[in-house]
């Protein structure tokens, strides 16, 4: 859908959303000053090669949930799950120890600016060197959220929303009203900031309903916490790139180190998902091999991370390369590294 007006005059402007009109105060050419003061809640981390962060461990309170650990962590509810299977999401228990999926294999595309990758439910933001990454709701089967190549184009300060009438239509056949228009405050569904994109009608935003930040929720445009896009507004300037894209399977490099990481879609995982994401996999690990024929792959741990789909980096190989000319540039016998320090002691994977 088109942008119908902009009142920059006025500070104001007017857009035509997929899920409605939008009316809100904006900025045009640099992030929002109001939201610079906003605290970032995620770390700047560095990249070792393609791999960054490291997993950590919680220990859970009595009353936590899934829910109110991701708001208040600045994790998805989903990723959550599939990280800690076995533990109940609602009723974790007192003391009890969980993963907290905040290491990541880089998407495989420009490190440049944000890049959501809707297969993790995930917003990346590539900036000084480093790379923040936030959860974010992305747009259901019905209405899925675009993959393209954008820009930011403005920051939106205290949107209003007017939502359509098949919206409306949808709430009053279960019962409920909803008003022709939502002004700013708790009850608007698109936060107290958004980022406009180029890519039309489509907005990254706050939300009222935190539940769905990291699920397939939307109508197509990109939910995040309201601590985090507070903050993300006031850094993001336009003209900053956005790529959305989707992939469910990612392949890294670290050193000699050959990662991978495996997204169900879903929180149920059905035979049919994990067969799509094996071929995924097997086709995406010939290319590696072409790309790298002196890597040895352990097929054990490639099938772990497709059997799990859970999204957690696995250590799946190595590169045969360093180990070769550190051999070559000794003189003798005595002077080589034993036998089973210099040959992969796991089987090869072929593709």
């Known amino acids: 859908m088109a942008l119908k007006q902009h009142w920059i005059g006025l500070g104001l402007a007017l857009l035509l959303m997929p ?3 939008v009316l809100a105060d904006a900025g045009a050419s640099a992030p929002m000053a109001e939201a610079v003061a906003a605290e970032r809640r995620v770390p700047l981390l560095s990249l070792d090669g393609d791999i960054a962060g490291d997993l950590k461990a919680h220990r859970t309170r009595y009353e936590d949930t899934f829910a109110e650990l991701g708001n208040r962590l600045s994790l998805g509810y ?34 440049d600016g944000i890049v959501v990758n809707l297969a993790e439910y995930r917003l990346y933001y590539f900036r000084d060197g480093g790379v ?4 974010v709701g992305v ?6 959220s675009p993959l393209t190549n954008a820009t930011v184009t403005m920051s939106l300060k205290s949107p209003a929303w007017y939502p359509p009438k098949s919206i409306r239509a949808e709430y009053a056949a279960s019962g409920d009203y909803l008003p022709a228009m939502i002004p700013p405050g708790p009850d608007n569904p698109l936060g107290p900031f ?7 009608g489509y907005l990254i935003h706050g939300t009222n309903k935190r539940f769905g930040v990291g699920m397939q929720v939307s109508h197509g445009c990109f939910r995040m916490y309201n601590e985090d896009i507070s903050y993300l507004a006031g850094e993001v300037a336009s003209g900053t790139s956005v790529q959305v894209i989707h992939q469910p399977v990612k392949v890294g490099v670290s050193g000699n180190e050959i990662w991978l990481e495996v997204h169900r879609p879903k929180e149920n995982y059905d035979e049919a998902d994990r067969d799509r994401l094996w071929q995924t996999v097997s086709t995406r690990l010939a290319r590696l091999r072409d790309e790298m ?9 490639v099938e772990l991370a497709v059997d799990q789909g859970d999204g957690l980096p696995r250590l799946i190989g190595e590169r045969l390369t360093r180990v070769a000319a550190e051999e070559h540039r000794h003189d003798g016998p005595a002077d080589r590294r034993p036998a089973q320090d210099t040959q992969p002691t796991s089987p090869q994977l072929w593709f």
């Open 293 to 301: 024929p002196d890597i040895e792959l352990q097929r054990q741990a």
């Open 19 to 21: 899920g409605g009109l």
């Open 132 to 135: 923040e990454v936030y959860p």
């Open 139 to 144: 747009g259901t089967e019905e209405n899925p």
């Open 78 to 111: 989903l990723e959550l799950v599939k990280a800690n299977p076995g533990v109940d999401p609602w009723l974790p228990g007192e003391g009890t120890t969980i993963t907290l999926p905040r290491q990541y294999v880089m998407p495989e595309t420009e490190r």
């Open 194 to 200: 958004a980022l406009l994109l180029s890519e039309s």
